[in-house]
């Protein structure tokens, strides 16, 4: 028996795009909670465009143009920028960010070794943690303070340590890593913190599967821990990269980025042509050059995690 198809019914094109139309109207539940979402986002939105997106724009704008902060403004277009790149001053600051950068990294690692310390269920850990979490609370000022008379050539417990005074504030081969070595006692404090919630986070299926397999030690922290604490360390990376880049309050208070500033980062030096010398314009395009650096970085870790989690 044969069968005869129907014809195919061909639409006209109103009635293709009415039928879209249909498809594309939101019903009046769907419409409700998208203005409930809206309303709110809208808070945060408006934060963030007044404290976040504003003050960037405005600093973007200003390092085009010679402020004192009290005459009229001058464009000079590129010329601050072009000036920062003729500094000596400049790349002494831009290679001491790159020291703090890099000996940054170590707070991390070694962050993770005082969490794996510490994450044991023994009498009276409690307190040992709050011990080691202690520096993170304290204020950049007094941590660089207790630096300072640590550091003490005449009184200081360095001098005790060694047997004979070493001026390491005072010499410009010393400086910027004695402030950084203070600076890591906070910083691997937090970089602790964030590694021990990590810790609480593990599953513990995975854990008693890899110890029926035989793993154990280095095997387990290698191929079983870290793989799970890949967006903690990523997250302390990132706070340690920032913290390094914008370094400023124990340069401030123990060296003032001397001496004949050798111990400068870029952002005391931002701090220190718009404070002392009015030169706001100019001190914009330095934050403009530190917020750029930043940025690449933040994007390229991003990049690498997203890869990584494909």
Known sequence: MKTVSSPAVELSPKAVAHARAQRKRISPSARRQRRAAFLFLAPACIMVAIYVVYPIL???????????????????????????LHAPTFYTALKNNILWLVFFMLAPPMGLALALYLNQAVRGIRLVKSLFFAPFVLSGVVVGLIFSWFYDPTFGLLKVILGHGVPVLGDPHYVTL??????????????????????????????????????????????????QLRPTTFIAIVVTVIGALRSFDLIAVMSGGGPFESS???????????????????????????????????????????????
Not at 192 to 202: A, E, R
Not at 277 to 286: E, K
């Open 58 to 84: 405005s600093t973007i704008t200003l390092s085009l143009y010679d402020w004192d902060g009290m005459t009229e403004r001058t464009f000079v277009g590129l010329g601050n920028y072009i000036e920062l």
């Open 178 to 227: 004695g402030i950084i070595f203070a600076a890591l006692w906070p910083q691997t404090a937090y970089c602790m913190i964030l590694y021990l919630t990590g810790l609480t986070s593990l599953s513990a299926d995975q854990l008693e599967a890899a110890r029926m397999e035989g793993a154990k030690g280095w095997s387990m922290l290698w191929h079983v821990v870290l793989p």
């Open 264 to 310: 400068t980062v870029l952002a005391y030096y931002m701090y220190d042509q718009a404070i002392k010398y009015y030169r706001l314009g100019y001190s914009a395009a330095i934050a403009v050059v530190l917020f750029a650096i930043v940025l690449i970085y933040i994007v390229i870790q991003l990049r690498r995690m997203a890869r990584a989690e494909q």
